[in-house]
């Protein structure tokens, strides 16, 4: 089973007096969880359910309950495309497939490089801005295949495209 710090623990136990139950403080020590190990996967539930004395069963279903808590690794920049329908009617599988196909992974996949993952998500409350999707705690609305070369570009300035039948050296050599 995963071990907590002991920066952790006491940070734990801080979160737990504030609260009269102990399920209040779920959320909070779960975003502390997530911080420390990266990810929740069943270990640090587990873990959870032991520090805090609850049930494993109530741990997990608040984890998955909310899309911020990931289940796996995910990447330094984690792009989490709202997939509903307001987003949907304005686009979104053309954003989620362009974000794919740019970045060689599927939903749920990490780049080998650990740079970046891509995530389909429910409703990020910007409906009326879509397609809208959120990297880490950042929003961005109003995406376009243009929008989503130049954020990966911003992350990763030495990444290349590489356009079906034509590499970077071809696309050079016809300029
Ligand atoms: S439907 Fe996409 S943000 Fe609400």
């Known amino acids: 089973m995963k071990k907590f710090s002991e920066a952790t623990k006491q940070q734990v136990q801080a979160y737990l007096e504030l609260y009269p139950k102990r399920e209040a403080a779920l959320l909070p020590i779960l975003h502390i ?28 279903e608040t984890s998955m309950f909310y899309f911020m808590f ?9 792009f989490q495309v709202c997939h509903n329908i307001s ?17 060689g992974i599927e939903d749920g996949q990490r780049t080998e490089d650990g740079l970046f993952s891509v995530e ?30 130049d954020l990966i570009k911003k992350y990763d300035p030495k990444r290349k495209f590489e356009e079906p039948g034509k590499t970077e050296e071809s696309r050079s050599d016809s300029r």
């Open 87 to 103: 987003c949907t009617l304005m686009g979104a599988e053309t954003i989620l497939d362009h974000l794919k196909n740019r970045l």
């Open 33 to 60: 969880a997530q911080k420390e190990f990266g990810f929740l996967d069943e270990e640090v539930e587990l873990a959870v359910a032991e520090l805090m004395d609850l049930s494993p069963v109530t741990v997990r």
């Open 120 to 149: 389909r998500v429910e409703c990020i409350a910007c409906c009326d801005r879509g397609p809208a999707m959120l990297v880490n705690d950042q929003l961005h609305t109003d995406l376009t295949p243009q929008k989503l070369d």
């Open 70 to 78: 990931h289940r796996h690794p995910i990447g330094k920049y984690h």
